[in-house]
């Protein structure tokens, strides 16, 4: 699926993180250029967000890069960050992670909108949307699918999405599902607006527990959410972390000190 993006024309920076531009945008900017986008009368901008994790997929799944590259990529997490400073000596302008992002993106986005949402369980989902609700009571928050439904019912989703001629779509399959169903089954008349976002519908239905707000400013909300849900998670971080530092500091390694472009597939002996 070609999706209509007009921010990929957008004057922004880009930092290639792992061979994938991330833009570098400041908060206000960031908000700013969503909510523009979210109010245009065509095409079709979708927003995912990278961090360690979806990265290290990214790095052996071909599919999901080439479906990465096709969407305007944000930055999240303290991973990408130091990434960012092994390649090009600084870190991004601002965390955009899509938990806090994208509830001040309602916020900001100060005229009514309907807001699709595909994800979750089916109460969660039902929850986050009461309140999404009393967060920003101007909008209006449809649950078009739970995130449970097979394959072959993709395409009923989807119809149903097009039958709500919403303005707003946020998507939370989790990645690399998420980004690959949006690629496939959504199309720029359904939403002007699409937002990846992870396990969002989660925190904000509270059927996960947000870190305390040091953590969270120190950013090592990480930590928590590893040592409340171990037995899912040691993986991703304990194994998942260092192995992408690792990778990215090969990619310092080709850029600052060989003088060579990194160009996945190609570099990966040095």
């Not at 833009?23 to 901008?45: I, R, W």
């Not at 601002?94 to 509830?103: C, I, K, M």
């Amino acid at each position: 699926m070609n999706h209509i993006s007009h921010l990929k024309s957008a004057t922004v920076s880009r930092r290639a993180i792992l061979g994938l531009d991330v833009s570098c945008f400041n908060y206000a900017d960031a908000l700013a250029f969503a909510n523009q986008m979210a109010s245009l009368p065509l095409g079709q901008t979708v927003i995912s967000f990278l961090n360690a994790n979806n990265a290290n997929i990214m790095y052996a799944d071909a599919e999901y890069r080439d479906i990465l590259s096709r969407q305007m990529i944000l930055p999240d997490g303290i991973g990408v960050d130091i990434a960012a400073t092994f390649v090009y000596g600084d870190k991004f302008p601002a965390n955009l992670n899509g938990t806090d992002f994208v509830p001040a993106l309602l916020t900001y986005m100060d005229r009514p909108k309907r807001i699709g949402l595909i994800g979750g369980v089916a109460e969660v989902a039902e929850k986050a949307a009461a309140n999404f609700k009393r967060h920003a009571p101007w909008h209006e928050f449809i649950v078009v699918s739970d995130g449970y439904f097979e394959e072959a019912d993709s395409g009923r989703v989807a119809d149903r999405v097009a039958s709500l001629k919403l303005d707003v779509l946020m998507v939370g399959l989790g990645s690399p599902k998420q980004e690959k169903w949006v690629d496939t089954h959504i199309r720029p008349e359904h939403a002007r607006l699409v937002l990846c976002v992870g396990a969002l519908f989660d925190f904000v239905g509270q059927a996960v527990p947000r870190a305390p707000r040091i953590l969270r400013r120190m950013r090592l909300e990480w930590i928590f959410r590893l040592l409340i849900e171990p037995k899912r998670l040691w993986r991703r971080y304990i194994i998942g972390n260092p192995l992408f530092i690792w990778r990215t500091l090969r990619q310092a390694f080709i850029v600052r000190v060989l003088g060579k472009p990194y160009l996945h597939g190609e570099n990966l002996v040095v």
